[in-house]
């Protein structure tokens, strides 16, 4: 917590000028540069195209009273699923309650270390690094030391041809300020909130600042098999300041699952 | 305020809040379900190791609930939360030694096995740290 407040102004203003630095460069791989006025008042969110570049928290953050001028997302609408998929859904998520309720956790991804994947990294458990190259946007969640990479302008293969992945194939593009991201080949196993997906699902996303320290994440994800109907929400993250990421390699995990299907705590000597 | 009191007000302030919210949050690696926050113990004796790595840190101690007067000394297996976490809340690596006498308040294991997990722990030299927003403060003194 130390780290984002400290130096905040030195460090606003060096970020300031990184951003004008990349925008510049960024200008010159993928927009028109006439369309760029030559220099914005500081209060104005700055180019996109550059000043997503950065570190990221998800906002507001577990202890964080929200600002006033950002209001959090609502919360996350349980998935549209088709009235065939619901029952056995529900009947899934009442018994994982119940487990937890009785102190018996259920085997879950994480129980084996297997990273989220999308779109469960990009809800922001850790802090979240933007990179923003010629031609590519980065996204690296240091939780599981999980890296997805967009491709500006690139096209996606068709459902049938995209090999399954934890974070998929990604194609970007700007419409004006945001960026517009398609993804679709998520692996089976990858479910976000337990919900089933076909190779048909795609995850569209509206990533834009909505000032030069606040972000969102608008994301619908449509699946013509399982979804009756979009399933939308929005994630939001605050620019962390003088933060450097840390590696996360999931080298010691101590859980297990017993005979009983619970996920238990290995003792140590 | 001093560095080290000042860096303790600040895990209490980020702790402080978060009970309610510790069970509806995503967590780092997995539930706590495991782990009953509601009969919360205070654990003092000598760490036999200190394990500082993802998905979470643990420290390796033998000692005995303090509130049991009948209690033998016996291992006790503490976990923490991620290194992430923790740095981000002013842990150090290196911060807790094979061979320190520290207490620790933990959440224990429903199973009755020794081990729990951490809820705040008290370093030889008296500072307190918290185990960051997910897994929630102390309950007890």
Redesign the interface.
Same mark, same amino acid.
């Given at each position: 917590?130390?780290?984002m407040t400290r130096h905040k102004g030195a460090v606003l203003a060096s970020a300031a000028m990184l951003g004008l630095l990349a925008s510049a460069a960024v200008a010159a791989a993928d927009a028109p540069a006439e369309t760029r006025p030559a220099a914005k008042p500081a209060a104005k969110i700055p180019n996109a195209r550059a000043a997503m570049t950065g570190q990221w928290n998800r906002y507001p953050?577990?202890?964080e009273k929200p600002h006033p001028d950002f209001p959090p997302a609502a919360p996350i609408p349980p998935p549209p699923l088709k009235a065939q998929y619901k029952a056995e859904y529900d009947a899934l998520r009442k018994k994982l309650a119940e487990?937890?309720?009785? =102190?018996?956790?259920l085997y879950?991804n +994480?129980?084996a270390?297997i990273p989220d994947g999308m779109p469960a990294m990009m809800?922001g458990?850790?802090?979240m690094e933007v990179l923003q190259t010629p031609g590519q946007v980065t996204i690296i969640q240091?939780?599981y030391n999980q890296v997805r990479r967009i491709y500006m302008g690139e096209k996606l293969p068709a459902f049938e041809d995209a090999e399954p992945l934890f974070w998929g194939h990604s194609t970007g593009k700007w419409e004006g300020d945001t960026l517009v991201v398609e993804t679709i080949g998520i692996k089976d196993n990858v479910k976000f909130r337990d919900t089933p997906h076909s190779n048909q699902m795609r995850i569209s996303e509206r990533i834009r600042l909505l000032s030069p320290n606040m972000m969102e994440d608008e994301v619908t994800v449509t699946d013509p098999v399982y979804l009756d109907g979009p399933w939308k929400w929005r994630w939001m993250y605050k620019r962390m300041h003088d933060y450097k990421m840390?590696e +996360?390699?999931?080298?010691?995990?101590?859980?297990y699952i017993d005979e009983t299907g619970?996920?238990?705590?290995k003792? =140590?000597? | 305020m001093n560095k080290s009191t000042a860096r303790f007000t600040r895990a209490i302030v980020l702790g402080a809040g978060c009970a309610l919210a510790a069970v509806s949050v995503a967590f780092a690696h997995h539930s706590f379900a495991m782990f009953d926050s509601d009969h919360q113990i205070k654990v003092s004796g000598k760490v036999t190791g200190f394990q500082w790595a993802n998905p979470h840190v643990y420290i390796e101690m033998d000692g005995k609930n303090v509130k049991d007067e009948q209690a033998q000394v016996q291992h006790y297996t503490v976990e923490c939360a991620s290194p992430g976490i923790l740095t981000r809340i002013g842990w150090k690596f290196n911060m807790v030694k094979a061979g320190d006498e520290i207490t620790v308040i933990i959440a224990p294991l429903r199973t009755g096995e020794p081990g729990g997990l951490l809820k705040q722990v008290t370093l030889p030299d008296g500072r307190k740290f918290l185990n960051g927003g997910p897994a929630g403060k102390p309950n007890i003194e």
């Open positions: 917590m130390k780290k953050e577990i202890d487990a937890e309720a009785a =102190g018996k956790p879950s +994480y129980t270390c809800m458990m850790f802090p240091e939780a840390l +996360y390699v999931c080298e010691s995990n101590r859980e619970a996920a238990r705590m003792l =140590g000597k | -």
